[in-house]
T-cell receptor, first 114, second 115 residues
Framework: AQSVTQLGSHVSVSEGALVLLRCNYS??????LFWYVQYPNQGLQLLLK??????LVKGINGFEAEFKKSETSFHLTKPSAHMSDAAEYFCAVSPDNAGNMLTFGGGTRLMVKP | DTGVSQNPRHKITKRGQNVTFRCDPISEHNRLYWYRQTLGQGPEFLTY????????KSRLLSDRFSAERPKGSFSTLEIQRTEQGDSAMYLC?????????????FGSGTRLTVV
């Protein structure tokens, strides 16, 4: 079975500061990993995905994530936060490439202070 | 193509009533998924279809829930005899049946409130 743990349900940063959102996964097989962003009353938008190619993955809006197998982590970072980054972020894992289902973490709400 | 479309966006119903939601996926996507998201939580898998075949159902999908995708295009999710615990955002997503290379595309969801 797969699981995802997102450390910190709320993260607050100042505008221009580094954003670091943590995600650790548990999977019995090499996983496929995803980060999604959700704005209020909206669906989820894919930020980036790891599908066993490069371990450093670049996504939209300046976000990137690094897959570290030894640490079972897939943390999301952005060098400089913008007010428009304030949203809920979800890490998700799929056990394989079959695309049958995603298991999501509980989410991290990012707040950006001016 | 305007992405994944879900209707209605909001639904308020009295306990015990039946409700039905609709999802129109991206036209070329042959996989369609339903997820449920309660307040402050991540989405939880409910079920998915490949074309018209329902291939997997979560144990979260009680007997009161039924999903269909009759012609392999749009899908409906029906909840019978709604309970207050059914209050949640119901998310639909679609993808190509070629694995996770492209991930899912989610709709904006239907927010159900049972009073």
């Amino acid at each position: 079975a797969q699981s995802v743990t997102q450390l910190g349900s709320h993260v607050s940063v100042s505008e221009g500061a580094l954003v670091l959102l943590r995600c650790n996964y548990s999977s019995s097989v090499p996983p496929y990993l995803f980060w999604y962003v959700q704005y209020p009353n909206q669906g989820l938008q894919l930020l980036l995905k790891y599908t066993s190619a490069a371990t450093l993955v670049k996504g939209i809006n300046g976000f990137e994530a690094e897959f570290k197998k030894s640490e079972t982590s897939f943390h999301l970072t952005k060098p400089s936060a913008h007010m428009s980054d304030a949203a809920e972020y979800f890490c998700a894992v799929s056990p394989d490439n079959a695309g049958n289902m995603l298991t999501f973490g509980g989410g991290t709400r990012l707040m950006v202070k001016p | 193509d305007t992405g994944v479309s879900q209707n209605p966006r909001h639904k308020i119903t009295k306990r015990g009533q039946n409700v039905t939601f609709r999802c129109d996926p991206i036209s070329e996507h042959n996989r369609l998924y339903w997820y449920r998201q309660t307040l402050g939580q991540g989405p939880e898998f409910l079920t998915y279809f490949q074309n018209e075949a329902q291939l997997e159902k979560s144990r979260l999908l009680s007997d009161r829930f039924s999903a269909e995708r009759p012609k392999g295009s749009f899908s409906t999710l029906e909840i019978q005899r709604t309970e207050q615990g059914d209050s949640a955002m119901y998310l639909c997503a679609s993808s190509l049946a070629q694995g996770m290379r492209d991930g899912y595309t989610f709709g904006s969801g239907t927010r159900l409130t049972v009073v």
